[in-house]
């Protein structure tokens, strides 16, 4: 039992590690200036795509799409940690960013 408790413990630990994010511009997205930033790793996705759209100077309306590596879009509830450890380049998370699809 006390190794049970001990886990659970662990688990609900925040995770304060920091995952390099660069962040790309696809089609007519406008380019940011700074395009690295240090988010952290137990943050959901959701987090990143909010970050985002604050950092664009977009509204919650305004059409916006994320894709990992120029491939997929990652779904909301994936942890930036699991994002990274799967599909990390160089050692940063590269998250292309559109106003249009342009993946599936």
Partial sequence: MHEAHEAL?????K???KVVVRFKAVGNAPIMKQNF???T???RFQAVIQFLRKELGWKQG?????YINLAFSPAPDDT???LFK???TDGHLIVNYS???AWG
């Fill in 86 to 88: 799967s599909f990390s």
């Fill in 62 to 66: 305004d059409p916006l799409f994320t």
């Fill in 80 to 82: 930036v940690a699991n």
């Fill in 41 to 43: 790793a137990s943050n």
């Fill in 99 to 101: 106003t249009t699809a």
């Fill in 9 to 13: 413990e662990t688990y609900k630990k």
């Fill in 37 to 39: 930033y240090k988010i």
């Fill in 15 to 17: 995770d304060v590690n």
